[in-house]
Structure formats: structure tokens, C-alpha cells
């Protein structure tokens, strides 16, 4: 198994920034996609943005010229740098990872708990 532990800034200002980490620890032998979903109350899940191991990277339109993700392969840790942050960005954030276990296994979705951020006055 795997397992996702996420910490970071859990309240920031309208303007300001904030920071979330995530590490990979557990049964890993490689992860191709991580990335950041949020959720929240009365919403459903959506994606954020994701990055390969190559480093190719996807955002929503959300977020896009907001937000950057960013991966360190040698931790299996990723980041996710916020900025201009607004009262709708107040969510759970969680992470997620799609993962193997060995070199013979089928790649496998895992999350983290999400750890909740949110932007106000």
C-alpha cells in the first residue's frame, strides 16, 4: 500500500498565498501521476492539477496563472504553490497519486486524508 500525508498553511487572506506538500511513502516502486483534487461542502470533487514524472503538468481553468505544481521524483513529494488566493478556493484539499507497488503490478489510485485550507478575512 500507499500512503499520502499532506501538511501545509491551513488559512490564508484573500490575495495571499499559501503552501501544500504531499509525500508518498509506504509500498512504492514508481508513481506516474500526482497531483492535488479539492472538494468543497456541497461539491463535488474536482480536480486541481496533476504532474507526471516527466514533468508534464495539467491545471484548471480555475487555477491556471494561480497555482503550480511541482514534483521532487527522488522524495515522492509534491507541491502545490498557491497564489492570489480566493475565498473559493476554501476546500479540502487532497492529494492523490496513481502508483505501483512493484515493477509487476498494475498502476493504482491512492489519496491522502486532504487537509482543509481556507481562504478568508
Known amino acids: 500500500q500507499v500512503q499520502l500525508v499532506e501538511s501545509g498553511e491551513a488559512l490564508a487572506q484573500p490575495g495571499g498565498s499559501a503552501r501544500l506538500s504531499c509525500a508518498a511513502s509506504g509500498s512504492v516502486f514508481s508513481i506516474d501521476v500526482m497531483g492535488w483534487y479539492r472538494q468543497a461542502p456541497g461539491k463535488e470533487r474536482e480536480l486541481v492539477a496533476t504532474?507526471?514524472?516527466?514533468?508534464?503538468?495539467n491545471y484548471a481553468d480555475s487555477v491556471k496563472g494561480r497555482f503550480a505544481i511541482s514534483r521532487d521524483n527522488a522524495k515522492n513529494t509534491v507541491y502545490l504553490q498557491m497564489h492570489s488566493l480566493h475565498p473559493e478556493d476554501t476546500a479540502v484539499y487532497l492529494c492523490?497519486?496513481?502508483?505501483?507497488?512493484?515493477?509487476?503490478?498494475?498502476?493504482?489510485?491512492?489519496w491522502g486524508q486532504g487537509t482543509q485550507v481556507t481562504v478568508s478575512s
Open positions: 504532474a507526471t514524472r516527466g514533468g508534464i503538468t
Open positions: 492523490y497519486c496513481n502508483a505501483r507497488n512493484t515493477r509487476y503490478t498494475i498502476p493504482d489510485d491512492y
